[in-house]
């Protein structure tokens, strides 16, 4: 059986050999996780998809040049989010606004805590709004880790960290993270422990 890696890149041979109509498959696959990193950056629903829209198109011209060292998704969200960082850049040297309050999560943990009783809406409009609240390298880190379930090592290519930054960001973001939680519900949360 093909590992979905094997698969990837006999898909990514297609499109370069002229087939791009199957660059879509890609997109598809991996446009709610890349979407929840650029929301993760920019706090924003629709720098997000800006964002994500040209991380897309520099995805497509630059795949002439993909050498499957990494995995398609580690290469693609290293675009995604290095397209993001400079969007962010920008929007910050403009003292624009930022709002995170209509970007979306994936699926949360169902350990059970009172934060587990509120419905699943509920609970990602909190988790989206916590992630508004803190440091933006914490909030990019959780994502990649947890959402992306991406390794230290991905998540090393993907933003130029070294190790033990990750490492130490992660720790530092868990504990934001459960502090602004238990702050907005007024409880204490064993959630990321």
Do not use: H
């Amino acid at each position: 059986m093909k590992k979905i890696r094997d698969i990837e890149f006999e898909l990514i041979e297609r499109i370069k050999g002229g087939d791009t109509s199957e660059f879509r498959i890609l997109v598809d696959k991996y446009k709610d996780v890349s979407f929840s990193l650029a929301c993760s950056i920019l706090k924003n629903e629709q720098d997000a998809e800006d964002a994500l829209q040209l991380s897309f198109i520099k995805a497509f011209k630059g795949l002439v040049s993909f050498s499957y060292k990494s995995s398609f998704s580690t290469w693609l969200f290293k675009i995604v989010v290095n397209t993001c960082k400079t969007k962010y850049k920008n929007q910050k040297r403009d003292n624009q606004l930022l709002d995170l309050d209509s970007c979306s999560n994936n699926d949360l943990s169902e350990n059970i805590t009172p934060f587990n009783e509120i419905n699943l809406r509920e609970r990602k409009e909190a988790i989206n709004k916590v992630l508004g609240m803190i440091n933006v390298d914490e909030s990019l880190l959780l994502q990649l880790f947890y959402l992306a379930e991406l390794s230290i090592n991905e998540i090393q290519e993907i933003t130029g960290y070294k190790d033990s930054k990750i490492k130490v960001t992660l720790l530092r973001a868990r504990k934001s993270f459960r502090k602004e939680l238990e702050k907005l519900y007024g409880f204490e949360i064993t959630l990321l422990s």
